[in-house]
């Protein structure tokens, strides 16, 4: 119990450092009286269609990873799978009292963050490869072709305005990379014979490495907008809206090392004379990365982030209603991200309490549950939430720290 | 400020938790199983079909039929012609005062003997050689210097040849270089005796003419006594076709040493054979009386013994006569020395399994002296040759033979530094064997000292032949067995002591039967590695 306690507390501490926008979005439409606005949000996500959280948890805390739970797992894979993780924070400063382009209604936003989204795109028998070994594959044929994987790490900093009274607003960021990779597999497979005297791999791939050895390996550039807009629900309420486009641009990599491989290495059994004369039983690695044809070219990269786009009808802050309904969908520029729908419940428990529930499909796994509390006092709030509480294949919190003064 | 002071102290508590918690994760670990191919061949006695070993069409059993060459000589091994610098020279013990044009002055014969060691040669062909001849001409006057060898015929055709050389002074007389080719010219080495007739017992003479014309187009120039008048001949790269004379008493002698090192590596055990004949065959293809002796035959096994063939024919000189006939008839003669359980301890001598084997052989040439004249003769196809030879079927009864080889080795369980260790790992091997010879294993894995940390000898074993079925096809018997190897954790925990791998093979068949070995038997394996491996990511 300590142990899970400890380990909520290290997660929670660690995605204080990181941040996303929780559900649900809650629309305050009041002018602040608070001129100024500092928000610390963190989210920490890890999802999958087929690989148990089991698992995943024993590469995060530790531990050793036993045959029942890679058999679940590799029962619950279908041909292709899908794990990502989402890891990030930010911290946003807004000026209410500053008039930016002499309008009133204009405020400041400074914000910065740090990002680390990765994700991976699998066959079934990549992961019984990875998980067993190729004992299980003897007679047989197994397929990697379609893999793919990608992984980046960036800090922002940016700088922009928002609309004091819908809360829009609009902001450029400076974009530092700490890491990149990037790997497909266009065709791969591993065969090996009945009788184990032969194996044969091929692979047919490129991947992308970021190379300098510096802090950041690259610079880019991003714009975040949070558009908001309402419609006329009866004579006394609207229903808000939110539109939110994160972290959509660029960044160039100084330099990166791509790999193209595109060959077919055979093992056969060896000749007794060949183990009298060699001084290793086992294949030479640098042997079987010249047959593979591997080809490694220096140069520098341009690479997209992973820019997030999330539509939501929002909460609102201010209405009368016990129970508000929340639904929208988000979707990352990403191959193994599939557009998510949600939706869910918020109950206002009290004028400083809220909680609600909800439920997603999509992203990188299927049918998610979570839930959420916030708790709001005159000059901060504090929500905790997770969007995937049941789930055998992935975990999720949120939390959010405002303070207004 | 009194707002923002209770979130930064919640923030910094929830840090130090943080890091305390990061700093107690353990490794991720899992384990795989991999197979991996390991070796895929087949032994088999087939490098020896084409080697003069292994006789495998005769029957449908091996026949061992072994020939080795111990000596081939050639007439060149007989004796070497030196090249040889003879030179003539004539200066006029008068003063003859004037030479007028056109007069021949000099007109002399003279003997040179050549330096041939061990030989009297009374006649060669030369195949090829020649002759580089520098004249000096001291007058002043040029002149026609005509050089003869008498006794050297080519086609019934003396060998003579006549230079010109430009005048010349007594103190820097004039120069010519000339050369003579010797290709195909019969040699009479016997040289004249007084009366200018050949004489039937020299040997090794050469003779040479020489006569001085001054030119007849020239001046009359004086000639004195401190002129000297000089030809110098050296013979160069002689290579004979035939010889004729007295090759001596000469002496070939010889001990030759032939190994079989795997015969060094066994431990134990015996085998039992059938009679093997040995032969030692001569054959003289020159015109000279030869004796041949064989001088000790034996061989040292693994464990140090040695064994000696005894035989009356060891150390007994055998004559060798002559070959008849010459040239294109020429008829070598051939004597055979033969060696088994009859007149020796033979097959004891090869049951010893000695690694290394010496003989030692003398060849004596003319061992009557010169009683047989000078009618050595050696001709361009002449050899004296000594094969051993030895044909029987290769048939063997072991009684529990054990062989040994130790492998040095660098093992390490980590397959990939700190990620990947190895922590079983079977060889599955599959044979088909053919050879109606059991076979098992054991394996000793030994540390630096010598000392044995780990023995698996609890390996099955690899049946013979003759307990399983009859391929029609290939005309044998065959027997499949499976055997495992496995290396358990605790050998692959010690693979970084480990610095030897003794491999150990005991070999048996049926006892009480010599089991002949079929043609074109084999053994065929095929094996694959099964490695568990703990994975660990830190």
């Known amino acids: ?405 | 400020m009194k707002v923002i002071t209770p979130c930064l102290k919640i923030f910094i508590v929830l840090i130090f938790l943080s890091i305390i918690s990061s700093c107690k994760k353990e490794a991720t670990q899992w384990k795989t199983d991999w197979s991996i191919p390991f070796v895929t061949d087949t032994i088999s006695l087939l490098n020896l079909h084409n080697d003069s070993t292994l006789d495998n069409f005769t029957s449908s059993d091996y026949l061992v039929s072994l020939e080795r060459e111990l000596l081939d000589i050639s007439l060149k091994d007989f004796f070497f012609i030196p090249d040889t610098t003879i030179s003539q020279t004539f200066s006029p013990t008068i003063g003859i005062g004037s030479v007028p044009p056109g007069f021949t002055f000099y007109n002399e014969v003279e003997a040179h003997e050549l330096s041939i060691p061990n030989a009297q040669l009374k006649k060669i062909i030369v195949s090829s050689g020649q002759i580089d001849l520098k004249i000096f001409n001291p007058i002043e006057t040029s002149a026609y210097y005509t050089i003869q060898m008498p006794g050297v015929e080519k086609d019934g055709i003396t060998l003579e040849h006549t230079f010109f050389i430009n005048a010349g002074t007594t103190d820097i007389p004039a120069v010519a270089n000339e050369q003579i080719v010797l290709d195909g010219y019969t040699l009479d080495l016997r040289g004249e005796d007084i009366t200018g007739s050949v004489n039937i017992s020299g040997y090794n003479i050469l003779q040479t003419s020489l006569s001085i014309m001054s030119d007849p187009n020239g001046d009359a120039v004086p000639i004195s006594m401190s002129d000297v008048f000089e030809v110098e001949a050296k013979i160069q790269n002689l290579s004979i076709d035939y010889a004729q004379g007295y090759f001596g008493e000469q002496v070939f002698s010889d001990t030759t040493t032939f190994d079989i090192p795997i015969l060094n590596q066994i431990i134990s055990g015996n085998i039992d054979l059938d009679e093997v004949p040995i032969d030692i065959e001569i054959t003289n293809g020159t015109k000279i009386p030869f004796s041949t002796e064989i001088t000790m035959l034996e061989n040292t096994n693994s464990f140090d013994e040695t064994v000696w063939l005894s035989s009356a024919l060891i150390g007994n000189p055998q004559l060798i006569a002559p070959a008849t006939g010459a040239w294109s008839t020429l008829v070598p003669s051939n004597h055979l020395i033969g060696i088994d359980n009859s007149n020796s301890n033979m097959t004891a001598y090869i049951e010893n399994l000695g690694h290394t084997h010496r003989l030692g052989f003398e060849v004596k040439m003319n061992p009557f002296g010169s009683a047989t004249g000078s009618f050595n003769e050696i001709f361009p196809n002449s050899r004296l040759k000594i094969k051993l030879k030895s044909e029987f079927p290769l048939g063997l009864e072991s009684n529990g033979l054990t062989i040994a080889d130790t492998v040095a080795v660098n093992l390490s369980a980590e397959i990939v530094k700190d990620l990947i260790k190895a922590e079983e790992a079977t060889l599955n091997i599959t044979a088909v064997n053919s050879f109606p010879i059991s076979g098992s294993l054991s394996l000793r894995f030994l540390d630096n000292a010598g000392n044995v940390l780990h023995n698996i000898s609890d390996i099955e074993t690899i049946e013979s032949s003759l307990l399983g079925f009859m391929d029609s096809e290939e005309n044998l018997m065959k027997n499949e067995s499976v055997i495992e190897v496995t290396l358990t954790n605790e050998v692959l925990n010690d693979f970084e002591l480990i610095e030897y791998v003794v491999l150990v093979g005991e070999l048996n068949t049926t006892p009480g039967v010599i089991q002949n070995i079929p043609s074109n038997a084999y053994l065929f394996l095929r094996s694959y590695l099964k490695v568990k491996t703990l994975n660990s990511i830190p």
């Open chain 1, 1 to 405: 119990m300590i142990r899970i306690l400890n380990s909520i507390l290290a997660v929670s501490i660690s995605l204080l450092a990181y941040s996303q926008s929780m559900l649900p979005l809650v629309q305050d439409t009041n002018i602040n009286a608070n001129n100024h606005e500092i928000s610390i949000s963190g989210v920490g996500d890890y999802q999958s269609t087929s690989i148990g959280k089991d698992i995943t948890k024993s590469f995060i805390y530790g531990g050793f990873i036993d045959e029942a739970m890679k058999l679940s797992s590799s029962n619950r894979h279908d041909e292709i799978n899908r794990f990502g993780i989402d890891l990030n924070t930010e911290i946003v400063y807004k000026n209410h009292k500053l008039n930016l382009f002499k309008d009133s209604l204009k405020g400041l936003v400074v914000k910065g963050g740090v990002y680390n989204f990765s994700s991976l795109i699998y066959s079934k028998d990549l992961f019984d490869m990875a998980f067993y070994g190729n004992g299980m594959f003897t007679g047989d044929t197994a397929y990697f072709t379609g893999s793919q994987f990608n992984s980046l790490a960036f800090q922002k900093v940016g700088i922009g305005w928002l609309n004091k009274k819908s809360k829009s607003s609009f902001s450029l960021n400076f974009i530092g990379v700490n890491n990149y990779l990037n790997g497909l597999i266009n065709e791969s497979y591993l065969y090996q014979s009945q009788s184990v005297d032969s194996l044969e791999f091929l692979l047919s791939g490129e991947g992308v490495r970021s190379k300098a050895s510096s802090y950041y390996k690259g610079f880019g550039l991003a714009v975040d907008m949070d558009y908001r807009f309402k419609m006329k629900k009866n004579e006394k309420e609207f229903v808000h809206f939110q539109l939110v486009m994160r972290n959509l641009g660029f960044a160039y990599l100084f330099n990166s090392e791509n790999y193209i491989a595109n060959g077919v290495s055979a093992v056969d059994g060896y000749q007794i004379n060949d183990l009298i004369n060699s001084e290793s039983i086992f294949t030479n690695p640098e042997e079987v990365t010249n047959d593979l044809s591997d080809t490694i070219i220096t140069k520098g990269s341009l690479v997209m982030l992973p820019a997030m786009f999330q539509f939501t009808k929002l909460v609102d802050y201010n209405s009368l209603n016990k129970f508000q309904g929340f639904f929208g969908f988000r979707g990352y520029l990403n191959n193994a991200y599939v557009p998510m729908l949600f939706g869910g419940l918020d109950f206002k428990a009290s004028n400083w309490c809220r909680i609600g529930a909800q439920a997603s499909y999509g992203g990188f796994s299927q049918l998610r549950w979570g839930v959420y509390s916030s708790i709001n006092f005159k000059h901060f709030n504090l929500g905790i939430a997770s969007e995937n509480l049941f789930s055998k294949t992935g975990e999720s919190i949120i939390i959010k720290l405002s303070c207004a003064f």
